[in-house]
């Protein structure tokens, strides 16, 4: 087998500026590509702005256009840039020779400019193949994580491409030399258009031929730091084999630039050799993956040396070794671990050693890897050929299975990080309230005190750094119940007490004043801690005696996860005859049902299932009744529909409720079809969590995430938290420890974000 040979240089017309434009989110989605786009061509004046339009052109079918450049120009002049506008998107691209790219990738590599030269540059002369290299890379990564980005504008696929791309190596030195100097880097640029980063620690489980089980680590293996390009700079020298010994060759070697070792290792676990792979990964730095389109002579060269002595001779005798890489194209790759986009790299590693005097032996290996955005290598297939001639012996496919990196485990892109919630609810008696769209977290705090009894405070916190944001918000009221989250992940239900507990109770003396001491629900911002409404618990007047009056105090709080801002609240209120009516009651933004009496005071509130408008309640007193009520939100509990779910059982609480199932903390379920027993929970409660129509457990067994369907308790879906490759990476946390007696459910942050053992659980996909 001969080594890959670099394609063929493409026929470029200097006189016309061709390519392709996509509309789409995901750079790869051909309906992105479509008829009737207008492109402009424009010339790049000296402040960075565009000039007027000097030529135009309408898309083909497939995206596709040609536009011929203004007479004694070419598109090699450096000075040119391509825009489209359509759906109120503009989308720019730097004009190079070839075809180029107008879409989301291309946009992308204009800001990054803007951004650090504080305006559009331009690039005339060598300059502009470094321009076309790295709009190429940019393409290539936009191609490969375009599914992220399929329900995007290209204006926001954009913007998170550069978001994306922040911490590379390699596009941090473009555009360091860029905001220096208003100009490229005129050397190290090789490697530029890396863009898939892994961490220095890097740990990752590999499947040898779908059987043994292989630990690979990607290191520094000269020992010196990584050069802001992504590569080192080390000294290499050159030798030559002289009667079976290796000589160095004088003047040959010098300084060199390398990127990482990449060391396949058997696993501790098994009895097999340590098996060294691939001894070095050609141009893929740990910290940037090189993924220009294209092809690429890497160290090659021909060393020639006299006097070379195998067999006690004279005769001259060549060594040579060359390394050859061919970057294609974005595909689609299935492994076990899953399915993902990724670039192919096939790269031809050949070495010509002396057989004897007057013979040479050709050593040929054929690697094909495959690198996935955020990932890394996902598979890797070698071949071992010996003057032409296959060794399928010594064949070797590797597939990756797990793997962990800059604080995520990959390929299910699980990101771990400290927990900031954790240290807030250790230390304060209600939990923080959570608000994920903004970021942030609420505390109950006491404020000062008044009739003998601290106030209720709020104090809002960033929830990625810990720190207090802006001072605290005090009530004149009291903290007698715990906040909850409203369902549209921005505000929080804040209960105030007129009253404090401390002080005896004496009934008002009139309605007015009963109302006057009822209390309040605060719905807050969690911008500000301001007041978005407010809701007063109405004092019901006393049917049978007019001139008995007692303030409603709440007893339970449930609030919709649809963001509708809806809630129910349930409360006591005034005596009948020794009696304390129970009364429950919808509430939301312009919206206050009718308070309904469900009952005495042993009769209480334990869940809502707003999904198909269902309120549960328990009555603490013999017989133990376990009810469900029908409700609407504009017309309230209807009382005349109670059903009797089942008799006898104690239920002070519901967990939650599904379509089918009541869930009791201890993990149990009651069917409220006939009341008979569900399913029971194969995990602890406390290891578990819901929220979001989604029951989340932790598997510390299996070392992995579970997702179960709420309403039958199978398995959906898992996603490995990989405790052992931290290990390997000497980084915690390792969730396969024993079980805390005393830690708390899985709390939901987000629909994919929870607050697990101390830590902050991320999961970017399931599987």
Sequence with gaps: MQPVAAPAAPLVDASHASGTVSVAGDTLDATGRRAGLSVELHAIQTDGSLGPIVGSASTGADGSFSIAMPAGSSTADGTWMLQVRAGGVTLRAYLYPGTVRVDASSEAWVREVVAAAGRVLTFPGTPLTTVAQISGAFGLYADATGDQHAALSPSTAAAQLVQALADDHALAYVLNTLRVSNSLPSAGTGDIGAFYALSKTYAAFFVKDKA??????????????????????????????????????TGAGGSRRQSASRDYQSLPTTTSQDALVSGVVGEFPASSYPVQPGA????????????????????????????????????TVSIAAGTFRAVRVVTDTQIVVPKSATAVTTELVHTTVWLAPGVGILKETDQYFLDGVENTSSATTLELSGAYANGGVWPAQLAIGVDRLDRLT???????????????????????????SPTLALALWNIDTGLQVASQRVFAGFSTFCPIATGDL?????????????????????????????????????????????????????????AKFRSAQLT???????????????????????????YVQALGPGLAGPAANIGDQNDLLIGVDWSNGRAFSWQNATPQLLQAWTFAPGTGIDSVSTRTIRTGTSVPQLWYASTNLLHLNDGSTIRISD??????????????????????????????????????????????????????SATPPDFRAPSDPNARGIQFLDDSTYSIRGYVVHVGRWR
């Design 556 to 582: 339970a709080l449930y609030a919709a996860a649809d963001g509708s801002g809806q809630f129910m609240a349930s409360f006591n209120q005034s005596l009948t005859l020794g009696v304390m009516p129970h």
């Design 426 to 452: 250790q230390t304060h008696f209600c939990p923080p309230v959570v608000l994920p769209a903004l970021h942030r977290m609420v505390t109950v705090e006491s404020g000062p005190t008044s009739q003998g």
């Design 212 to 249: 043994q089980q292989l630990q690979v680590s990607l290191a520094d293996q000269f020992g010196v730091a990584m050069g802001a390009d992504g590569a080192w700079q080390y000294t290499a020298t050159i030798a030559s084999q002289t009667n079976g010994k290796w000589t160095p060759l």
């Design 490 to 546: 921005s505000s929080l239900l804040v209960p105030e007490a007129i009253q404090p507990n401390n002080l005896p109770y004496s009934d008002p003396t009139t309605a007015a004043a009963a109302a006057a001491q009822s209390d309040v629900i605060h719905q807050v911002s969690g911008a500000d801690l301001s007041d978005i409404a407010s809701y007063t618990l109405p004092a019901v007047p006393d049917a049978t005696q007019p």
């Design 296 to 331: 690429r002579q890497l160290d090659g060269r021909r060393i020639d040396a006299t006097k070379l002595n195998f067999t006690g001779g004279t005769d001259i005798q060549p060594l040579a070794f060359s390394v050859n890489e061919q970057v294609g194209g974005v595909e």
């Design 675 to 728: 009341g008979g027993d569900g399913p029971k929970l194969p995990y602890a409660s406390k290891d578990c969590g819901y929220g979001y129509g989604m029951l989340v457990c932790l598997d510390a067994t299996a070392d992995q995430l579970v997702k179960l369907d709420p309403d039958t308790l199978a398995v959906r879906s898992t996603v490995d938290l990989g405790s052992y490759l931290r290990s390997l």
